[in-house]
């Protein structure tokens, strides 16, 4: 585990798509974008989860550690 990276920039656009999957849920974006059919937002938030998991496993790489001696 000590030769593990975490990425900031795709560990946070993991956390905020997860959030995003979570409001809609619950039922909180509901308030500020307007779905026509539940289709639609079912859709949005399957597409949201497999970005927010390409996201995270993005964030995490292996250190590249050369011990190459001469």
Same mark, same amino acid.
Request: hydrophobic residues 55%; charged residues 15%.
């Given at each position: 585990?000590?030769? *593990? !990276?975490?990425?900031?920039?795709?560990?946070? &656009?993991?956390?905020?798509?997860? &959030?995003? %999957? =979570?409001?809609?849920?619950?039922?909180?974006?509901?308030?500020?974008? =307007?779905?026509?059919?539940?289709?639609?937002? *079912?859709?949005?938030?399957?597409?949201? &989860?497999?970005?927010?998991? %390409?996201?995270?496993?993005?964030?995490?790489?292996?250190?590249?550690?050369?011990?190459? &001696? !001469?």
């Amino acid at each position: 585990m000590r030769d *593990m !990276k975490v990425n900031l920039i795709p560990f946070v &656009s993991g956390l905020a798509c997860f &959030s995003v %999957v =979570y409001g809609l849920m619950a039922g909180k974006v509901q308030e500020f974008i =307007y779905f026509a059919d539940p289709l639609n937002e *079912m859709a949005m938030a399957f597409l949201l &989860s497999m970005i927010g998991g %390409v996201c995270f496993l993005a964030a995490f790489e292996k250190k590249n550690v050369n011990n190459f &001696s !001469k």
